[in-house]
């Protein structure tokens, strides 16, 4: 069983910025694929930005440019550093490694 947690929301204006780190129980090493999730209220999870291994990643359209996924496998976490942030990226941050999901971190964007 592989525990996620995530840490590093809160509340912030619009064009502020976060980085939000989530710690694995696992080493990383042995994770291939880490990524990003995120729930706004009344919306369906929805794919962030996610990382393998050998650094390629892939983002979704609307936070290309503004968000940078990375890894540490030596401290065994992931981050997502969030940049120019708008009231639309309010949501529940979630970290996965499949099959297994953190319990999210709240960022909230005002306006």
């Known amino acids: 069983q592989v525990q996620l947690v995530e840490s590093g929301g809160g509340l912030v204006q619009a064009g502020g910025s976060l980085r939000l780190s989530c710690a694995s129980s696992?080493?990383?090493?042995?994770?291939?694929?880490m990524s990003w999730y995120r729930q706004a209220p009344g919306k369906e999870r929805e794919l962030v930005a996610t990382?393998?291994?050998?650094?390629?990643?892939y983002y979704t359209r609307s936070v290309q440019g503004r968000f940078t996924i990375s890894r540490d496998n030596h401290k065994n976490t992931l981050y997502l550093q969030m940049n120019s942030l708008k009231p639309e990226d309010t949501a529940m941050y979630y970290c996965?490694?499949?099959?297994?999901w953190g319990r999210g971190t709240q960022v909230t964007v005002s306006s």
């Open positions: 996965f490694a499949q099959p297994y």
């Open positions: 696992e080493n990383t090493f042995s994770i291939s694929v």
């Open positions: 990382m393998n291994l050998i650094g390629i990643t």
